[in-house]
């Protein structure tokens, strides 16, 4: 064991280190010259991080050096016995534990055919111990459809909420560990973007897959009739591979009119992702059904199984000679009857925690918007729009370009956060890994210099002052065209005179599109910032729409309700107003018109399941008969 842990700690410290270190720009030429630049802006804290890898560069280049003279020594003294003694020294540790693995190991090579012509069932003791690594089912990470269905249904939770949220709500942010978990899969999916382009949900048949072979993903079809076995002694694996296939098979079945049931006869941790475990009893000729049979009982045999016509079957089982299995046996996983072997992927109990947090967090309930909001805009000099694609301008409607994309990520970061704007959380949250401070300077000079390119010859303003502390805040004369809207918003309801209305309607009017709309920050949406722009928008739009409805302007309705959705389509407010606009001028076919188009939006958003609102329904019986 100390042979083993000096060989893996050696080979990490000469050879994974110094490529992590390369790798991540962290070379000793780029130390060096940070750490100049350091000691030039006199940033203590930059100096002494450049000062630390400038030492653990040379603490390598020693510890190399100490490895290649006890090499030259030890070779030299081969014929010695003694070099099988482990030295106190850790240079001469990891020589002596490579010597002996690579020159004095003997092992017994392993008889492949009499592990070939065992049988595949593992039932032998120490069955753990025996497993090779193929025995470890994938991680969550590697599974490229999970994570998207994952994603698609997290996206289908947030717009459920939206667009059933009333105007004046307010969603709260996730939580830390629901927003890292959601940001990890977005990084995985866009790293792998391997979905195949298999369907793998068609009514009543879902495709699941469930591992790799060759390269290739392997699926099986769960068809109505059909049983799967998946088999393993050791039950903690078999947990882990059943829950990434009972997750697909719910995700895939949300909207193919298919039951997820799961049946457990002992305690079965975290396998249902999207349902509460569930012991119905199925009924043949209903609903298409997949049942998930649980029984961790090694010595339970439940080769009876009874299937129905309408339901296909997945036994988890630690013993089965059914022909349709995925086994765990002594070299692995494999698919039978081809003992195909297969790297099964899997959902570890960890994961799927996390998981379910975040599906939790995506459905919570909005609450009511209880801030308040400034009901005036001091002198501004800089918009950032935010409500589409990001970009600045100055006061008067020029213009300000950026030479680095994330300078102005940079931007849009700081003015939505004006309430921690400091260095280490811009770093985490517009990069995904750790970024030299070289880098993060040149994006805050990039900032500084398009800020300053729009400065007035008059009025100098320094909108990103420097610091020597971890503060980076921006000038309060820079704003958003969302700080425009809230505070249009402000004064509506709390002011109410012709000037607050055209306020609000020339606030409305900066809305373009989605809020950030042709980007791919990853922020905004962990943040909850998104939706809440998005509903700041919603009731902006109702508000006004409101007013106009009660001022008998028709077309003002129509322009309100279409910028909101802009944003979101479908929100059940803003079609109402639509549809009452029309039904004040007694216009039938146009309440007729707005109903068809709802209709249409239904069809094409998940969350609604295809079926209208009781409240838009009647209020169509209302105003048509």
Request: hydrophobic share 45%.
């Amino acid at each position: 064991m100390k042979r083993f842990t000096a060989l893996v700690g050696g080979i990490l410290f000469l050879f994974v280190l110094p490529i992590i270190l390369i790798w991540t720009g962290a070379t000793p030429l780029a130390a060096m010259s940070a750490c100049i630049n350091a000691i030039t802006i006199r940033n203590p804290m930059q100096l002494g991080t450049q000062a630390g890898l400038l030492g653990l560069w040379s603490t390598w280049v020693w510890g190399f050096g100490s490895v290649i003279f006890d090499v030259v020594h030890t070779w030299g003294s081969r014929h010695d016995h003694s070099v099988g003694v482990m030295s106190s020294r850790y240079s001469l540790l990891f020589v002596v534990a490579l010597w002996s693995i690579i020159f004095m190991s003997r092992p017994t090579p392993v008889a492949a055919r009499q592990i070939e012509s065992e049988q595949v069932v593992a039932s032998a003791t120490n069955t753990i111990q025996q497993l090779l690594h193929g025995s470890v089912p994938l991680a969550l990470g590697s599974s490229s459809i999970l994570i998207a269905g994952l994603l698609t249904h997290v996206n289908f939770l947030r717009n459920r909420q939206l667009c059933l949220a009333p105007a004046g709500s307010f969603m709260q942010p996730m939580s830390r560990r629901a927003a890292f978990t959601w940001g990890e899969l977005r990084h995985r999916d866009s790293f792998l973007k391997l979905v195949s382009s298999q369907s793998i949900a068609i009514s009543p048949i879902v495709n699941v897959p469930i591992g790799l072979s060759a390269n290739e993903m392997v699926f099986v079809a769960l068809a109505p009739g059909t049983r799967f076995d998946i088999v393993a002694a050791d039950i903690d694996a078999a947990k882990t591979a059943a829950r990434h296939l009972v997750a697909v098979a719910q995700i895939a079945a949300q909207g193919g009119g298919i039951r997820v049931i799961v049946e457990s006869r002992s305690r079965f941790d975290h396998l249902d992702l999207l349902n509460d475990s569930a012991h119905d009893v199925v009924q043949p000729g209903k609903d298409a059904v997949i049942r998930i049979v649980v029984d961790a009982d090694q010595e339970a045999q439940r080769q009876s199984l009874v299937v129905a016509s309408n339901e296909s079957v997945v036994n988890i089982c630690a013993l089965s000679d059914h022909p349709n299995r995925m086994q765990m046996g002594a070299n692995g996983w494999v698919l039978m009857p081809g003992e195909q072997s297969l790297a099964v992927f899997g959902l570890t109990e960890f994961e799927n925690s996390a998981v379910q947090d975040l599906l939790v967090e995506s459905n919570k309930v909005v609450e009511i918007d209880k801030q308040q909001f400034d009901s005036e805009i001091s002198d501004w000099k800089v918009c950032v729009r935010l409500l589409g694609p990001v970009d600045a301008e100055t006061w008067c409607g020029a213009p300000i370009s950026f030479e680095k994309s994330k300078s102005l990520e940079l931007l849009a970061w700081l003015t939505t956060h004006r309430e921690r704007p400091t260095r280490v959380a811009a770093r985490t949250a517009l990069w995904e890994i750790s970024v030299q401070d070289a880098t993060f300077n040149n994006v805050v000079s990039g900032l500084r210099r398009g800020l300053a390119s729009s400065a007035d010859l008059v009025t100098q303003i320094e909108y990103l002052p420097k610091t020597f502390t971890d503060q980076l805040s921006i000038h309060g004369s820079v704003i958003t065209d969302v700080d425009v809207l809230n505070v249009a918003l402000t004064r509506a309801k709390n002011i109410g005179d012709k000037e607050s209305w055209s306020g609000l309607h020339e606030a409305l009017n900066r809305v373009r599109d989605l809020p950030f709309a042709g980007t791919d920050y990853l922020w905004p949406d962990s943040e909850g910032i998104t939706s809440n722009f998005i509903l700041s928008v919603i009731t902006g739009s109702v508000l006004a729409a409101e007013h106009a409805l009660q001022q008998g302007d028709t077309e003002e309705v129509f322009w309100a309700t279409g910028q909101g959705l802009k944003v979101l389509h479908g929100h059940e407010e803003l079609v109402a107003l639509r549809m009452r606009a029309y039904g004040e001028v007694g216009d039938r076919v146009g309440v007729n018109a707005e109903w068809s188009s709802y209709e249409r939006s239904l069809l094409n958003d998940s969350w609604s399941g295809g079926a209208p609102s009781s409240r838009i329904v009647e209020l169509r019986r209302e105003l048509i008969g």
